[in-house]
């Protein structure tokens, strides 16, 4: 089982739509949880960050945490051809530094 | 302020030969990390320099590779002897190494081993 398991997709959805995406993480103990936006041949950009369980909303991302499931996501409102890209879900344990899920790519239909 | 910097943004080396990717991090920011990422693929973590503690090797593949870090401020890692398995996109990243201790990427180096 991976650490961190994420829907490679791809996943479609139409202009205006809601993409959702989804992450599984193996190690209880995790503590921090991040959502990484990674355009075609750039690096990954932080788009979103939550420690506690429940719903955090920045503007039109809200990610989604259930530690008892070991289940995180991200939901994208009102989505946009700009939101076309690979969403990387990061995992943090008692170590520095951060467990990658291989990402799923979204594409936004105009 | 400036974000983090990374050099060569390409490298083409051939096979044997070694090769060294500098990192400079964010202003103030004390962690500082080296992930790989192979093409179609997530990130692998490499190494990890807090502060002046022992870093954490835990993630380097081989003994070719290597990497150092001056106080809080540039680092540089070594790939020896370089093969073509070695070919990937390696990204460096800083955090404030306290509180929400969120992540920030470069713009990475693209290496390719011939």
């Known amino acids: 089982q991976k650490e961190v398991e994420q829907n490679s997709g791809p996943l479609s959805v139409p202009e205006g739509a809601i993409a959702s995406l989804n992450c599984t993480y193996s190690?209880?103990?995790?503590?921090?949880f991040f959502w990484y936006r990674q355009y075609s041949g750039k690096s990954p950009e932080l788009i979103m960050s939550i420690y506690s369980n429940g719903d955090k909303e920045d503007g039109r991302f809200t990610a989604q945490l259930n530690k008892a499931s070991q289940y995180v996501s991200l939901l994208i409102r009102d989505s946009q051809p700009s939101d076309s890209a690979t969403y990387l879900c990061a995992v943090k344990r008692s170590a520095r530094q951060l467990t990658f899920g291989s990402g799923t790519q979204l594409t936004v239909l105009p | 302020g400036a974000g983090v910097s990374q050099s060569p943004s390409n490298k083409v080396t051939e096979k044997g030969k070694d090769v060294e990717l500098r990192c400079d991090p964010i202003?103030?920011?004390?962690?500082l990390y080296w992930y790989r990422q192979r093409l179609g693929q997530g990130l692998e973590f490499l190494i990890y320099f807090q502060g002046n503690s022992a870093p954490d090797k835990s993630g380097l593949p081989s003994d070719r590779f290597s990497a150092e870090r001056t106080g809080e401020s540039v680092s540089t890692l070594t790939i020896q002897r370089t093969q073509q398995e070695d070919s990937a996109v390696y990204l460096c990243?800083?955090?404030?190494?306290?509180?929400?201790?969120?992540?920030?990427f470069g713009p990475g180096t693209r290496l390719t081993v011939l």
């Open positions: 190690d209880r103990v995790s503590q921090s």
């Open positions: 202003s103030g920011h004390t962690a």
């Open positions: 990243a800083s955090s404030s190494g306290q509180g929400a201790d969120e992540q920030f």
